[in-house]
Nanobody, 125 residues
Framework: QVQLVESGGGLVQAGDSLRLSCAVS????????MAWFRQAPGKEREFVAG????????YYADSVKGRFTISRDNAENALYLQMNSLKPEDTAVYYC??????????????????WGQGTQVTVSS
């Protein structure tokens, strides 16, 4: 059973930065494809960023490209999302997700079988 726990959310102003963290249980974390998704009120959950188990291949939604950076520390079983130049439209609950079977990053939420409880990010204008 894989467990994920996010932290690092909060209330910030437009232009500020935040770093989200996700602690992952599981002896084979280094083999998991990982991703961040977010869900704003009244909207569907959307892909934000993903990273292969190697850590060398990353993917980003167009809306965050150039502002957000996903990374992982396989020795620490940790996933991160560095968010810079935050905008009010980035306001959402951010979820960490793990795909323990897939080797490639996908943007489809149903491909990820393990999810954290989410952390709220609110960006004021």
């Amino acid at each position: 059973q894989v467990q994920l726990v996010e932290s690092g959310g909060g209330l910030v102003q437009a232009g500020d930065s935040l770093r989200l963290s996700c602690a992952v249980s599981g002896r084979t974390f280094s083999r998991y494809t990982m991703a961040w998704f977010r869900q704003a009120p009244g909207k569907e959950r959307e892909f934000v960023a993903g990273i292969k188990w190697t850590g060398t291949t990353t993917y980003y939604a167009d809306s965050v490209k150039g502002r957000f950076t996903i990374s992982r520390d396989n020795a620490e079983n940790a996933l991160y999302l560095q968010m810079n130049s935050l905008k009010p439209e980035d306001t959402a609950v951010y979820y960490c997700a793990a795909n323990v079977f897939g080797a490639e990053v996908t943007t489809i939420a149903t491909d990820f079988g393990s999810w954290g409880q989410g952390t709220q990010v609110t960006v004021s204008s």
